[in-house]
C-alpha cells in the first residue's frame, strides 16, 4: 500500500522532471527550428521565468492565460496535451514509478499538468517577446516538443525506490545497476 506522502513525493517528481525536461526541449526547438540566438533564448527564459512568478499559486491569472492561448490557438489545451505521445511521457518522468496503479496515475496526472503549464508559461512569454507570435508559430512550437519528447529521458532515473526497471528495457543499459 502506497502511503500519501510517497504518492505526493511521485507527483511531484514527476511534475519537476517533466517541465524541466520539456523546459530544454523547448530551447532546443525554439534555436533550432525558430533560430532564436543564445541571447534571444537568455530573453525567453527571464520571461518565462518572470511570468512563472505572476502565475505561480495565482489560479485566476493563471487560467486567464490559458483561455488566452486556448482562444488564439481555438484548441483545449488539456486535450492538446493528451496528444503527447504516452510512452514519451514515461521517459520524461524517467519511467513509471513503482506502487501500482494510484502511483502511475500520479504521475502521468502530473507529468500532463507540467506539460500544460509550460505551454502556458513558453507561449505567453513568446507573444510577449514578438506580438506576431500566433496561431501558426503556436502549432509549429507545439508539433516539435511533441515530435521530439520520444528523444528525452531523465539520467537519474535509475532510483530503484521509485522506478520500475522494465520501463527502461531496450533503451540499452539506462539504469545503473541493470545487466
Known sequence: M??????KSIGDNAFLKTFSSIQLLGFTVLYYNFNFSTEKLTQFNKKLHEYNGELSGNFNAFDKAEKEIEK????????KVKEFPYRAKTYIIGGLPKGGMQAIN????????AIESYIVLSLNAL???DKKFGKAQFDCFYENLKANSCLLYTSDAADDSLRDPLWSRGLGDVYKRQD
Open 2 to 7: 502506497i502511503t500519501d506522502r510517497q504518492l
Open 106 to 113: 500520479m504521475a502521468v496526472v502530473e507529468s500532463n499538468r
Open 72 to 79: 488564439i490557438w481555438n484548441v483545449s489545451l488539456p486535450h
Open 127 to 129: 507573444m510577449q517577446m
